[in-house]
Nanobody
Framework: VQLQASGGGLVQAGGSLRLSCTDS????????MAWFRQAPGKEREFVAGIGWRGGSQIYADSVEGRFTISRDSAKNTVYLQMNSLEPEDTAVYYC?????????????????WGQGTQVTVSS
């Protein structure tokens, strides 16, 4: 598994971004996938996760209803559509592949990590 995250950038509050995470080795199709984020001075936190078949989606309370995670197995890519962005969403966003077929909110459940992409939301 080799994960490459992209799609971050600078956006005004209320705007939208879509993050992408591609597995260039095409070996994560049977793994749960997730997005985490880490703001300066804070611990890495769970954002959203999805099971290996695209079901069993889970979200952090802070993003429920605003963010949507999805995956395209044919493209070996996981997406995070982020709408109604808030300054509190500013962080480096990381995608991760789970050890299991389902996603988890526990950072320890993930074996492979992408390099991170910066999301900055201005007020």
């Amino acid at each position: 598994v080799q994960l490459q995250a992209s799609g971050g950038g600078l956006v005004q509050a209320g705007g939208s971004l879509r993050l992408s995470c591609t597995d260039s080795r095409r070996t994560s199709s049977n793994n749960g996938m997730a997005w985490f984020r880490q703001a300066p001075g804070k611990e890495r936190e769970f954002v959203a996760g999805i099971g290996w078949r695209g079901g069993s989606q889970i979200y952090a309370d802070s993003v429920e209803g605003r963010f949507t995670i999805s995956r395209d197995s044919a493209k070996n890519t996981v997406y995070l559509q982020m709408n109604s962005l808030e300054p509190e969403d500013t962080a480096v966003y990381y995608c991760a592949a789970a050890r299991a077929a389902v996603a988890s909110r526990d950072v320890g459940a993930y074996r492979y990590w992408g390099q991170g992409t910066q999301v900055t939301v201005s007020s």
